[in-house]
């Protein structure tokens, strides 16, 4: 009897993440907080404990002329009221200005992060940043917006596209217009990378200073 043939597995879509990431004055927070609270969902308060791995014989990471220590690869084990978890990213960058746009998203909940941080420890990653964080969630049509509290390094604002983007770039100006044109914010400074560079890099200032009427 002939069996059924069987169809071809497809590769499940890598998920992309495209977002900006902000510091701004007192003033503007205000600001941001009135607008969520009007106009967003709240979807939750999360407390984070993250390390992230490298291994040193094959390290991520690449030194800058500045002296800045950099990756565009990062591995990080997260502990968190809301169950553990494991992601990889790997950022992209644009040719013209070498700044990072967005990334490749490998992330999957565990139920034991501690085993998993052991298992990489075994596997070489010693090399670790370990960082801390409370998070408010809320989400607006096709963006997720989070205030991250972060030990050492302070608040921070996140916005992050939710839908399917063709143009990186193009999206992360749309991300800068919702946040002046949309939320009211007149004055920020926009990170160029995230919070493991500022933990490793303590005196390198890695905000761009913007400034835009509504």
């Not at 590769?11 to 607008?35: C, D, H, L």
């Not at 291994?55 to 565009?72: I, R, V």
């Not at 200005?97 to 034991?112: A, I, L, Q």
Request: aromatic letters at 10%; charged letters at 30%.
């Amino acid at each position: 009897m002939l069996q059924k043939q069987q169809q071809p597995q497809t590769t499940p879509t890598v998920a992309q993440e495209i977002e900006i990431k902000i510091k701004t004055s007192s003033e503007n927070m205000k600001k941001i907080e009135a607008w969520l609270a009007n106009n967003a969902t709240f979807e939750g308060t999360e407390h984070h404990k993250e390390v992230y791995l490298d291994n040193p014989k094959s390290t991520f990471f690449f030194m800058h002329p500045n002296g800045e220590k950099d990756a565009l690869k990062y591995l990080r084990v997260r502990f968190s009221n809301n169950g553990g978890s494991i992601c990889f990213k790997n950022w992209y960058q644009d040719p013209k200005t070498g700044k990072t746009t967005h990334c490749d998203e490998y992330e999957t909940k565990v139920s034991d992060p501690d085993v998993m941080l052991k298992l990489f420890e075994q596997l070489g990653y010693t090399d670790q940043t370990r960082m801390e964080k409370t998070r408010k969630k809320f989400s607006v049509d096709d963006y997720e917006i989070v205030i991250d509290d972060v030990m050492s390094l302070g608040i921070f604002v996140e916005i992050e596209l939710k839908k399917q983007a063709d143009n990186p770039i193009e999206a992360c100006k749309e991300l800068e217009t919702f946040l002046v044109k949309k939320m009211g914010v007149t004055e920020y400074w926009i990170q160029n990378r995230g919070y493991v560079s500022r933990l490793r890099n303590p005196d390198i200032e890695f905000g761009e200073y913007k400034t835009s009427k509504k």
